[in-house]
């Protein structure tokens, strides 16, 4: 037996080193989502994140798939309210688990609009980017397509919430009823009332609410508001 063999090995802490990893691609999505906001997605180099975020070029590489990996992950953070946040399974982010946790109907509808306001003011911008700039490259047409896939699953799985609970009303369909949250969410409305208009959030979750109670909820599953 060698003298190196008779030795104790020093104990590796491999959690520290993958929370320092963690740390690094959080402080890198956060500086890709402001380069690219600030420069376009053509202007948005590779040095330039890794000079924002104070890390080396290779360790950008390192991080995501390329500049569009990026940008994925910049929208998925900017989706969760974080990067940080953005590491935790969705039904662990506390918007979603309000939502997930209310059992009457019309609250639920009402914690699900206080998402929108917050959700599309923060990735509205970073969307714009990726579709200024999809229509030249495949891998950001993915990333359109597999945004507007995300989303439609998740509104799926909430409309089935409500239709579980008996408060769709009478001959709405789970796939009809998706249709209109996705529609009376979408960005455009967002932009037409707050971006355009100047509505403020609070208006802009209240007409939200009222929106879908009326288009989705039943007559018995909506509370009798006092005079």
Known sequence: M???????????????????????RIRIIDAAGRVFLERGYAGATIPAIAAEAGVAVETVYRAAAGKAGLLAAAVQAALAGGAERAELPVEQREGIRRIIEETEPRKQLAAYAATQPGVWSRVGPLLRVLDTAASTDDALIELQEGHAHQRLVGLRRFTEFLADR????????????????????????????????????????????DMLAASLLSSNAEPTRSR
């Open 2 to 24: 060698s003298e190196n063999a008779s030795r104790p090995r020093r104990r590796y802490d491999a959690s520290k080193r993958r929370e320092r990893a963690t740390q690094t």
């Open 166 to 209: 008996g408060a769709l009303r009478p001959g709405l369909t789970v796939e009809r009823a998706t249709d209109l949250i996705w529609t009376i969410c979408a960005q455009a409305n967002y932009d037409a009332l707050v971006t355009a208009r100047g509505w403020s959030h609070q208006e802009y979750r209240d007409w939200l609410t």
